[in-house]
């Protein structure tokens, strides 16, 4: 199996890459087909990650009626319950992937997260399904910090950005299979067949990771002759810390995947509230706008950072501060409207901006520290992402729903996406905006 080689964006993309260092005789990714092979498994794993995470989204409504929950537990399901223990796990997984052959750690990760979705469909209450999105959270803790790691070592620092937006393609791609698998499936057989048919496969990914890829060797695309050994749990976090635009990123970041965590899960659920449409047909409408336009949102950030950052690393934070300025009017305009397919169409643009900052925000993270911190440095960049973004967004929204509920009746969830939208948003573009100040000098440091 490789990489598939047809002109589409995300392949042309992937040969964008191929030059990178000179050749290395004991480097097996010195071959650009194998190393495209191996960006493309890891960004099918990232996507399985997702897809697994996001099914939830299309299968509440239908869960919240046959478990009788309220959109407060709703919220706890898909946010916090998940995201806890995601960065708990997340953060000591980091530091063995620093030591240890990450290849392994992403092998078992996906065995794990793959088997606890599929008994979710097996759930008969609201806590057997709490427990079960607990395991996923926990598998899934062990994807993207190896594999940001290892995608460090596979590809150069200036066609890194494009490397890891093509890597958070798998975002959505998930997205895509995870709304249209789920709508369709939900809408025919029921919320739990679509759990355990999506967490089958898996496996057997599992196994193509453990068979075919080698474990890349450490800073072979930083020209370090020698990789330095691991320092101390409290030095690293020390050492980040140290960083003022690492500080910024973090906060910033963790923003908007508020917003994007908390708009995305609700905005199904507000759409089967207030229009004719069912699940199968917003699944596939959401699969087209979030999987296909935020993909496109997703690699072109990436590459615009590349591209514009060579003169000017301020570029990798300008452009996550522009496309969050873009996104909330749209936002009002998506949630005001009562035109089906004008709302569906407006929701493309914020959908598409989504994400844009996932590339840029990578690859500054990856370039402010050493090799032996970079899956640290991931994981806690995930952390504040994920505790602030995914744990706190979707509870956020849903307990803003509840209490204005009684005023706002169906449209409450909308009303309390714009609210969180709004805020966070304005405070993502403060913040990156501040990291701007620092960046330049701070990633020169990183390499003297």
Request: one cysteine or more; hydrophobic letters at 50%; a neutral charge.
């Amino acid at each position: 199996m490789s990489a598939p080689e047809e002109n589409t964006p995300a392949a042309s993309s992937t040969q964008n890459l191929n030059a990178t260092t000179p050749p290395e005789t004991d480097n097996p990714y010195d071959k650009p087909r194998y190393r495209n092979y191996v960006l493309f498994m890891l960004t099918i794993t990232y996507a399985f990650n997702f897809i697994d995470r996001q099914i939830l989204v299309i299968l509440q409504e239908s869960i919240k009626q046959e478990l009788l929950l309220s959109d407060a537990q709703l919220g706890l399901l898909t946010g916090i319950a998940f995201a806890f223990f995601y960065v708990i796990m997340g953060i000591p997984i980091a530091r063995l992937a620093d030591k240890w052959v990450r290849r392994n750690i992403m092998s078992i990760a996906i065995g794990t997260w793959s088997f606890f979705t599929a008994i979710s469909g097996f759930a008969q209450n609201y806590m057997h399904l709490l427990l079960a999105r607990i395991g996923v959270g926990v598998g899934e803790s062990g994807c993207s910090p190896p594999a940001h790691s290892m995608i460090s070592d596979m590809f150069p620092p200036e066609k890194r950005g494009t490397a890891l937006s093509i890597y958070s393609l798998g975002i959505n791609i998930g997205v895509l299979f995870g709304f249209l698998l789920g709508g369709w499936i939900n809408e025919f057989f029921g919320w739990r067949v679509a759990f355990i048919v999506v967490g089958v496969p898996g496996v057997l990914i599992a196994i193509l990771i453990q068979t075919t890829i080698k474990e890349p060797i450490r800073g072979a695309r930083d020209a370090i002759a020698k990789v330095e050994d691991p320092v101390s749990f409290k030095e690293s976090l020390k050492t980040l810390w140290s960083k003022k635009s690492f500080r910024h990123i973090s906060l910033g970041a963790s923003c908007l995947a508020l917003i994007a965590y908390g708009g995305a899960i609700w905005f199904a659920p507000y759409m089967l509230r207030n229009f004719d449409i069912q699940t199968g047909e917003l699944g596939t409408w959401l699969a087209l706008i979030s999987g296909i336009l935020g993909g496109a949102g997703t690699l072109y950030g990436g590459y615009l950072a590349d591209k514009k950052g060579a003169q000017d690393k301020r570029w990798y934070i300008w452009i996550p501060a522009i496309s969050a300025a873009i996104s909330l009017p749209f936002l009002f305009l998506v949630y005001l409207l009562d035109d089906l397919y004008m709302v569906l169409c407006l929701f493309a643009v914020p959908a598409t901006m989504a994400t844009v900052y996932m590339g840029p925000s990578l690859a500054m993270v990856q370039g402010l520290v050493n090799v032996r911190m970079r899956a640290l440095a991931s994981a806690i960049l995930f952390f504040a992402i994920n505790i602030i973004g995914l744990g706190l967004g979707p509870v956020l929204v849903g307990v803003i729903s509840d209490l204005i509920s009684a005023e706002f009746g169906t449209r409450s969830v909308g009303i309390a996406v714009l609210g969180v939208s709004l805020v966070f948003g304005l405070i993502a573009i403060w913040q990156f905006l501040a990291a701007g100040k620092y960046i330049n000098d701070e990633m020169q440091s990183a390499r003297g």
